[in-house]
């Protein structure tokens, strides 16, 4: 299904319409029922094209489909009517197929979004807190680079050297209960 989403897909499953429709209607009937929606969003966006359009309407994919309006759940019945609506529109492939592969145009949007976003954010650094590209140079750009560098950890500011190796930290409770550290 997620193939068929992109025009590429879509102009590989019209090369051989046939054989794709004929898949397709098969697994309508497969036993497997959650496959059914996957079933019905390739149905759907591949008969966006007119030549497989064409090719459905001539193996009576309308008839087939009809088939399964009746055994199906609500759900199922649904996206079949909306198949059968594709199938039967005689729309033409437009922008459609020119705009699908492209890439997000809309950076500004994102940006847009990005600063509305952070607008409302609650946590705001406390007079002479380090913060932002401050905090990342001074507290953590030794550890980037391994310069070596002893950093602050909490406020109890337990420093590491370099030449020793990281322990983990000991649950307390695990003295208890007779693990070894």
Known sequence: MNLCLRSAGKNMCAKAAGLVLKVLSDLLGHENHE????????LYSILSIPAIR???????????????????SAETARQIEFIIKQLNSEELLDAVLE???????????????????????????????????KLLTTEYLGIMTNTGKTRRKGPAS???????????PVTPGGHRNGYPV
């Open 54 to 72: 064409e090719e459905a309407r001539a193996m009576g994919m309308e008839d087939i489909l009809r088939c399964f309006l009746r055994e199906g």
């Open 158 to 168: 337990v420093q590491w050297s370099g030449a020793e190796p990281l322990r983990r």
């Open 99 to 133: 705009s699908d592969d492209d890439e997000d145009e809309d950076d500004e949007d994102h940006d847009s979004m990005e600063a509305d976003l952070d607008k409302d954010e609650l946590i705001q650094p406390q007079l002479g807190e380090l913060s932002g590209e």
């Open 35 to 42: 496959i059914q929606p996957y079933v019905n969003g390739a």
